[in-house]
């Protein structure tokens, strides 16, 4: 078993000893979402606001364990597989960071849900940036428009500005702490910003390829 799988395993176990250890002190319906505001907007039975989420953890380290056995380029994961080695760890870490927040929420601790996950998840996103600038050509992990999986030059072009961007947008979405208020368009606007930009330029990037040759 590889070392992040034993990370891994151990975050989702220490999730669910959580909730059972919790599991009496909660409320029968549990805060379990805040709006943009921070503001909390959606409820839970105790028993899916504890469990769903080590559920849910647990259910995303499957997906990232087959992806690189199923890949029809898996070889190429390999290639990368420290960067998303690390990912695995990060993103489940990030889901475990949330479901600490909501069991202190629940406790009664109050606190601004957005400058609390703010900078986690702008190191997130900064992380996401150096995994796409390492990422090779695959199915599954990376920029997959019809353009870079139809090309190697396209893909590297776009994954290689998709680094910097990525990179760029959590840098923003950290500097959202100072505007709490703005919170939202600090992490929103970025990013669909970003998505939209980098399929165009994949696509711009074949068409002048295909162009050339």
Partial sequence: MRKTEIIALTII?????L???FYSSMPEKMASHWNAQGEVDGYMSKFWALFLMPLMSLGLLLLFLVIPKIDPLKQNIEKFRKYFDIFIVLILGFLFYIYLLTIFWNLGIRFSMNLLLLPVLAALFYYCGILIENAKRNWFIGIRTPWTLSSENVWDKTHKLGGKLFKATGIIIFLGIVLESYTP???LVPIVFVSIYLIVYSYLEY???????
């Fill in 19 to 21: 909730g059972i250890y």
């Fill in 13 to 17: 176990l220490i999730s669910f000893l």
């Fill in 207 to 213: 068409q002048k390829e295909v162009k050339n040759n």
């Fill in 185 to 187: 368009y600090f992490v």
